[in-house]
């Protein structure tokens, strides 16, 4: 084959890529709800409002799935979150805005943990395993999306090496403390977000 054959084969073979790209994208519908069988509000309850950005920056969907519900410690309780593998110190961001309302640590839960209270005190973002928080969060500030809130850990019941972002989202009543929520899948309200950018 001489030069112009191989230059269209090399183009045929990206535009093939690409349709094969789209067409595998296009048909990833929206995963499946599927509600955590001990909490009593679920997502037939309206979601948060407007768009969660993903918590974790430097990841892509990939590397992430639905793994809420999942039985943990041998089935004594299940996953109440989503486990969003990252490197040791990535950047852990604000999913949605809200009042930092308890920086928690538990060596054997989340460890290093942040809990931040949606504006109408609805729903409770949860960010645990953390190595650090970020300097600038502190209980009572603001966060918006975005916004910084600490680095990739292995903190907690993790496991030594496993670094990972666990996100929750928790529904609780406004004048529930924050260790009262909750959970529910974060998945498909993250998710959503995948969809329309
Ligand atoms: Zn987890």
Redesign the pocket.
């Known amino acids: 084959m001489n030069r112009i054959g191989w230059t269209f084969l090399g183009i045929f073979a990206l535009v093939g890529g690409l349709v094969a790209l789209l067409v595998d994208f296009g048909g990833t519908s929206a995963p499946p709800i599927r509600a955590f069988a001990d909490a009593p509000i679920g997502l037939a309850a309206p979601p948060p409002s407007g768009q969660l950005v993903l918590p974790v920056r430097g990841v892509g969907w990939p590397g992430i799935r639905d793994s809420f519900g999942e039985a943990r410690a041998g089935g004594e309780r299940h ?1 109440t ?1 989503v ?1 969003i593998m990252a490197p040791a110190g990535a950047p852990v961001v604000a999913a949605a805005s809200g009042t930092v309302e308890k920086l928690y640590y538990s060596n054997g839960g989340g460890g290093v943990t942040a809990y931040v209270r949606s504006p109408d005190r609805r729903l409770s973002y949860y960010y645990a395993h953390l190595a650090a928080y970020a300097p600038t969060l502190h209980e009572g500030g603001v966060v918006r999306a975005g916004d910084p809130i600490g680095a990739v850990g292995d903190s907690g019941n993790a496991g030594a090496g496993n670094f990972h972002l ?1 996100f929750g989202i928790e529904r609780v009543e406004p004048g529930e403390p924050w260790y009262r929520g909750r959970a529910i899948n974060p998945y498909p309200l993250l998710a959503r977000g995948r969809a329309e950018r």
């Open positions: 996953h979150g486990d666990h």
